[in-house]
């Protein structure tokens, strides 16, 4: 997948500015910075939830105006509100995300992702009286069932207790290592660390850098790249 010279600014100028960023098969790439910096609009922009005041976004190198229903089926995302459907019991939102895709209610599936997620003692339970975390792993239960090669996942570890960032960690690993493409949003770089081929750093509304992910002191190195660049755009 593919952002390119991506351009979405709101009203009072915040949003992406000039956004290349390419995601090879079999790559996860981490995209992190502060509060505001752009990042869930820029998984929007990826993902045609929002259009493009200029530039293109593209899957499988095709520009998403004309991206076709298969390749469609094979996305996996979490961003924003993704359980809106709370009186649904979370075997239900899972059936529905399947059959959204096109494919078979396979229960086969829907039976591994909720053993995945390790939410069988809640699978007849409805969406809107789940915990946060168990919220969370609907979701990502939901993106990810399909099995899809392109994934979008937006600060997908929120809420997660550490067994859940195991899980997902082992999901992604996996995906990735059957071809996948990754993009993956997070605060937490120790996590992405873990995870991420490349790690992208997003300051305000535009990508400034990148860390190699096995360099030490991640985190002084982050705040070093975005303090220079507000230093660098800031009079
Ligand atoms: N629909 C919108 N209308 C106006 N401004 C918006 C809209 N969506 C986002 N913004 C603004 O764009 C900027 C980037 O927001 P975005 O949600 O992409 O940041 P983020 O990096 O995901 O932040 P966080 O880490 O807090 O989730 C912010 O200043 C935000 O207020």
Known sequence: MALR??????????????????IGFGEIVALVGLNGAGKTTLMRLQLGML??????????GTPLRDVDAATWARVGHLVEAPLAYGELTVREVLEMNLALRGGPRSAPRIDAAIETFALAKYEHRRIRTLSMGNAQRVGLAAALQHEPTIVVLDEPTNALDPAGVIVLRETLRSRAGAGAGILVSSHHLDEVARIA???????????????????????????????RDDQARLP
């Open 5 to 22: 010279s991506v351009t979405r600014l709101f009203r009072g100028g915040a949003g992406v500015e000039q956004v290349d960023l390419q």
């Open 51 to 60: 259009r493009p005041d200029s530039g293109q976004s593209e899957i499988d």
């Open 197 to 227: 081929d490349r790690i992208v750093v997003m300051n305000a509304g535009r990508l400034i850098g990148e860390l190699a992910p096995h360099e030490a002191d991640l985190e002084r190195l982050f705040f070093d790249t975005v303090l």
